[in-house]
T-cell receptor, first 116, second 111 residues
């Protein structure tokens, strides 16, 4: 696609429910990142995928968070048993860089998650 | 541990003025530094990327400088316009390939 696409744009859920957030990166971009942005805070790194390599999961805050990337393209971020502190905007970004250096990032518009 | 600070947190200036946004970082061992803008409710848009070997980058009315030794970068916006109103974030890529983000400067350009 022309840009990074994320869905849903808004998600309201009840505490304890599972949610899935989807990211469709720019076609041909091998690097994909998930970040979390809480109100008034800087971005928090969650997970990084590069091609077929094992993902860098070092930023995932707990084992309730997981992410997959199928076929080197679309990625899904899953949050199990959501808590109120999970409320944030979840941003996905992709890059054409094939090495470990990040390079120029292209962001989607984010998925705003509200846990009641 | 790399830390990135952006001061001020918010800035309001009249249209037409030139302005400077600041970004400081604590560890000079970086691969690059990027400036982004974020409009309310939107994702981030990359503005300029400065490699560690570079001193500055320019795009239109924007100029970003990098001084690694002092741990500083500035984003200069010339002849500001109301459409420049947004939150501006800087991020450094540290020696572990991690992007470390500042909390941003919210810029308001008054018509």
């Amino acid at each position: 696609g022309a840009g990074v696409s994320q869905s849903p744009s808004n998600k309201v859920t009840e505490k304890g429910k599972d949610v899935e957030l989807r990211c469709d990166p720019i076609s041909g971009h091998t690097a994909l990142y998930w970040y979390r942005q809480s109100l008034g805070q800087g971005l928090e790194f969650l997970i990084y995928f590069q091609g077929n390599s094992a993902p860098d999961k070092s930023g995932l805050p707990s084992d309730r968070f997981s992410a997959e990337r199928t076929g080197g393209s679309v990625s899904t971020l899953t949050i199990q048993r959501t808590q109120q502190e999970d409320s944030a905007v979840y941003l996905c970004a992709s890059s054409s860089e094939r090495g470990r250096v990040t390079g120029e990032l292209f962001f989607g518009e984010g998925s705003r998650l509200t846990v009641l | 541990k790399q830390e990135v600070t952006q001061i001020p947190a918010a800035l309001s200036v009249p249209e037409g003025e030139n302005l400077v946004l600041n970004c400081s970082f604590t560890d000079s061992a970086i691969y690059n530094l990027q400036w982004f803008r974020q409009d309310p409710g939107k994702g981030l848009t990359s503005l300029l990327l400065i490699q560690s070997s570079q001193r500055e980058q320019t795009s239109g009315r924007l100029n970003a400088s990098l001084d690694k030794s002092s741990g500083r970068s500035t984003l200069y916006i010339a002849a500001s316009q109301p459409g420049d109103s947004a939150t501006y974030l800087c991020a450094v890529e540290d020696s572990n390939y991690q992007l470390i983000w500042g909390a941003g400067t919210k810029l308001i350009i008054k018509p």
